[in-house]
T-cell receptor, first 109, second 116 residues
């Protein structure tokens, strides 16, 4: 069955880069996503990548996809306090999206 | 604003109460979803509705009863819940393609439910 795994916590210093990693099992996934959830809010789509791409960059965000290893990562450059949130990796499975458990990113001064 | 509105944002109920959660999407989407988010299982898909028809029920107990009267509205009727049902209930919508494939989900802000 489908499974998306990611580490639960990450702590980085303000101004450093954050790298959140994720592994997935469904090799036929055509879309892979990163969602962000701020405290007390729902999930918001940050970015997504097609499975035929290796990398996607959007301002401070860089997504890397290694299809061979089924590994997805999200890099946030120059991490700010406003980046504190839970980041969910997800893969598309036909008509539904399967989420990982989320990585809680905390920023220290 | 994501275009998906959930009410109420917070709900406290006893185990014998009957209440409902409401979701409305203003995006013209054709599919709607209920997810449960708790500390034990961060994001569990509960129900999927595609063009008002329920297409998925992930072994959800019958004390949760969904209703989708049209493609813009989704309800979750709650009765005789247990304290372990306390969680954040998230509604989402999407536009499914002609082959039924999903592109992305748009989430509401959730309804925080506490069962006493």
């Amino acid at each position: 069955g489908e499974d998306v795994e990611q580490s639960l916590f990450l702590s980085v210093r303000e101004g450093d880069s954050s790298v959140i990693n994720c592994t997935y099992t469904d090799s036929s996934s055509t879309y892979l996503y990163w969602y962000k959830q701020e405290p007390g809010a729902g999930l918001q789509l940050l970015t997504y990548i097609f499975s035929n791409m290796d990398m996607k960059q959007d301002q401070r965000l860089t997504v890397l996809l290694n299809k061979k290893d089924k590994h997805l990562s999200l890099r946030i450059a120059d991490t700010q306090t406003g980046d504190s949130a839970i980041y969910f990796c997800a893969e598309r499975d036909a008509s539904k999206i399967i989420f990982g458990s989320g990585t809680r990113l905390s920023i220290r001064p | 604003e994501t275009g998906v509105t959930q009410t109420p944002r917070h709900l406290v109920m006893g185990m014998t109460n009957k209440k409902s959660l409401k979701c409305e999407q203003h995006l013209g989407h054709n599919a709607m979803y209920w997810y449960k988010q708790s500390a034990k299982k961060p994001l569990e898909l509960m129900f999927v509705y595609n063009f008002k028809e329920q297409t998925e029920n992930n072994s959800v107990p019958s004390r949760f009863s969904p209703e989708c009267p049209n493609s813009s509205h989704l309800f979750l009727h709650l009765h005789t819940l247990q304290p372990e049902d306390s969680a954040l209930y998230l509604c989402a919508s999407s536009q499914l393609g002609t082959s039924g494939g999903i592109r992305e989900l748009f989430f509401g802000e959730g309804s925080r439910l506490t069962v006493l």
